[in-house]
């Protein structure tokens, strides 16, 4: 007889374990009212914190009993007393004299009427362009201080580490040979992004060197890229005293024989009118700026010859685009007067036959004198078309058709230049400070150009 398979055996064992598996009793769930009488037996948090601060208590309680280490409390409170009294003594004090001078709910929007002037530098030798970069509060100032010959980068902090500014760049406006330049020293200051808002490189700087009566670009390695020293009929550049970027990355910059003040930008006038360009606003296109700022260029590279695109009945000292780079704002500073022209916002070209008055200080009131006149240095505009201009010894706040919404008078300084900040506040060069005005929320700089 054949043996009997395992098989079967085997297959009917394993519903015979899962049964008994399954009849595993589980332990019986805990009624509500067990719950919490197990809870009713733990502390809760408040008690939990009390006995903490109460072991803390004991243990400061022993601590302070003992005359030994009293000496730390002691050290401990004049230390920060001390910190306390530096970080006030360091922090920027309100510019003596200043004041908000407008009532209107459109200058409210722009300036608080509340708004204090704060000083970040006093004693500067000539205070010069600038320059704010970045985007938000971690952005930074660039400055410029003409009778040192440099540029300085702003640093705000707290206590110890509130420095107020450090070098950023040495022999700024002119490295050698310009002895006979009443100012050589002297900058302008313009971050040239080619590529627009979405680009995704880091921009180069571009410094106006009145002194080395050229423009050129600074290498993050100090490196000094020449740009334009010449106009496109070969005639050397007087001095560039301001730029800024236009649409389809052109680049525009003003040149005069005369600085801001009137007077020849050279010591010994006669040598001004030889073989110097005439003044006016000149561009550098695109496709002229590309070799020089790439990342391969250097201090032997051929600069590029800019084209005049554009004049004013004085002296063009400052520039700067509306909102949405339909117009170029030129500051004269003989006139006295901010002249605009049209401006093609997708190539960037100049209509010259345009040009028409778009503030003039005898709106102001301020226009009676020549000083006065004179004092049309810097030009900033925010994302609203706002325009903001230097005066005599106060900034106007224009509105986008050139109305004078109010002004910031600064007591005695005179602002030569200034910057819209991404963090909320207006940057002001005077003579001899840096200045900071607040300004309202929402306030911000312009897009840059498509």
Same mark, same amino acid.
């Given at each position: 007889? &054949?043996?009997?398979?395992?098989? !079967?055996?085997?297959?009917?064992?394993?519903?015979?374990?899962?049964? @008994?598996?399954?009849?595993?009793?589980?332990?019986?769930?805990?009624?509500?009212?067990?719950?919490?009488?197990?809870?009713?037996?733990?502390? /809760?948090?408040? @008690?939990?914190?009390?006995?903490?601060?109460?072991?803390?208590?004991?243990?400061?309680?022993?601590?302070?009993?003992?005359?030994?280490?009293?000496?730390?409390?002691?050290?401990?409170?004049?230390?920060?007393?001390?910190? /306390?009294?530096?970080?006030? &003594?360091?922090?920027?004090?309100? #510019?003596?004299?200043?004041?908000?001078?407008?009532?209107?709910?459109?200058?409210?929007?722009?300036?608080?009427? &509340?708004?204090?002037? !704060?000083?970040?530098?006093?004693?500067?030798?000539?205070?010069?362009?600038?320059?704010?970069?970045?985007?938000? &509060?971690?952005?930074?100032?660039?400055?410029?201080?003409?009778?040192?010959?440099?540029?300085?980068?702003?640093?705000?902090?707290?206590? +110890?580490?509130?420095?107020?500014?450090?070098?950023?760049?040495? %022999?700024?406006?002119?490295?050698?040979?310009?002895?006979?330049?009443?100012?050589?020293?002297?900058?302008?200051?313009?971050?040239?992004?080619?590529?627009?808002?979405?680009?995704?490189?880091?921009?180069? #700087?571009?410094?106006? %060197?009145?002194?080395?009566?050229?423009?050129?670009?600074?290498?993050?390695?100090?490196?000094?890229?020449?740009?334009?020293?010449? *106009?496109?009929?070969?005639?050397?550049?007087?001095?560039?005293?301001?730029?800024?970027?236009?649409?389809?990355? @052109?680049?525009?910059?003003?040149?005069?024989?005369?600085?801001?003040?009137?007077?020849? !930008?050279?010591?010994?006038? @006669?040598?001004?009118?030889?073989?110097?360009?005439?003044?006016?606003?000149?561009?550098? /296109?695109?496709?002229?700026?590309?070799?020089?700022?790439?990342?391969?260029?250097?201090?032997?590279?051929?600069?590029?010859?800019?084209?005049?695109?554009?004049?004013?009945?004085?002296?063009?000292?400052?520039?700067?685009?509306?909102?949405?780079?339909?117009?170029?704002?030129?500051?004269?500073?003989?006139?006295?007067?901010?002249?605009?022209?049209?401006? *093609?916002?997708?190539?960037?070209?100049?209509?010259?036959?345009?040009?028409?008055?778009?503030?003039?200080?005898?709106?102001?009131?301020?226009?009676?004198? #020549?000083?006065?006149?004179?004092?049309?240095?810097?030009?900033?505009?925010?994302?609203?078309?706002?325009?903001?201009?230097?005066?005599?010894?106060?900034?106007?706040?224009?509105?986008?058709?050139?109305?004078? #919404?109010?002004?910031?008078?600064?007591?005695?300084?005179?602002?030569?230049?200034?910057?819209?900040? /991404?963090?909320?506040? +207006?940057?002001?060069?005077?003579?001899?400070? +840096?200045?900071?005005?607040?300004?309202?929320?929402?306030?911000?700089?312009?897009?840059?150009?498509?």
């Amino acid at each position: 007889m &054949a043996p009997r398979s395992n098989k !079967k055996q085997a297959t009917s064992r394993a519903p015979r374990a899962a049964d @008994t598996h399954a009849r595993q009793r589980l332990p019986p769930p805990v009624s509500r009212r067990e719950q919490q009488r197990l809870y009713a037996n733990q502390p /809760s948090n408040m @008690t939990r914190a009390k006995e903490a601060l109460g072991v803390a208590g004991a243990f400061a309680s022993r601590i302070v009993k003992n005359v030994e280490n009293w000496w730390f409390f002691l050290f401990l409170l004049s230390g920060g007393s001390y910190m /306390s009294l530096l970080d006030a &003594a360091l922090a920027p004090a309100a #510019l003596a004299g200043a004041r908000v001078d407008g009532a209107a709910a459109a200058f409210a929007a722009v300036v608080p009427p &509340a708004a204090v002037v !704060k000083v970040l530098v006093d004693g500067l030798d000539g205070g010069d362009a600038a320059l704010w970069r970045g985007d938000g &509060a971690a952005g930074q100032l660039l400055f410029g201080e003409a009778g040192a010959n440099r540029v300085w980068v702003h640093e705000d902090g707290s206590g +110890l580490v509130r420095v107020g500014h450090s070098v950023f760049l040495q %022999e700024a406006g002119c490295a050698a040979g310009c002895e006979d330049f009443a100012a050589p020293g002297a900058v302008c200051l313009l971050d040239y992004d080619a590529d627009g808002p979405d680009g995704a490189g880091e921009p180069a #700087l571009l410094v106006c %060197e009145q002194g080395g009566r050229r423009l050129s670009r600074v290498k993050q390695d100090g490196v000094r890229v020449p740009v334009a020293s010449t *106009d496109a009929a070969g005639d050397a550049l007087n001095g560039p005293s301001s730029a800024a970027l236009g649409p389809n990355g @052109t680049v525009f910059f003003a040149d005069a024989h005369a600085s801001a003040a009137g007077a020849s !930008k050279r010591r010994d006038a @006669t040598l001004a009118d030889r073989g110097a360009a005439a003044d006016g606003v000149y561009a550098l /296109s695109k496709a002229q700026l590309a070799p020089l700022v790439a990342d391969g260029a250097d201090a032997d590279a051929a600069a590029a010859a800019p084209t005049r695109v554009a004049a004013v009945p004085g002296t063009p000292e400052a520039l700067a685009f509306n909102a949405d780079y339909t117009a170029l704002y030129v500051a004269d500073s003989a006139e006295g007067a901010v002249f605009a022209f049209d401006v *093609d916002p997708k190539s960037g070209a100049v209509d010259e036959a345009s040009r028409s008055v778009f503030f003039d200080l005898a709106t102001a009131g301020d226009g009676d004198d #020549l000083a006065s006149r004179r004092a049309f240095r810097g030009l900033a505009v925010d994302a609203l078309g706002r325009v903001f201009a230097t005066g005599p010894r106060k900034v106007y706040v224009l509105g986008a058709d050139g109305a004078l #919404l109010g002004a910031v008078a600064t007591a005695a300084e005179q602002p030569v230049d200034l910057a819209v900040a /991404s963090d909320g506040h +207006l940057y002001v060069v005077t003579e001899t400070m +840096l200045l900071r005005v607040p300004l309202a929320r929402g306030v911000a700089p312009p897009k840059l150009p498509k």
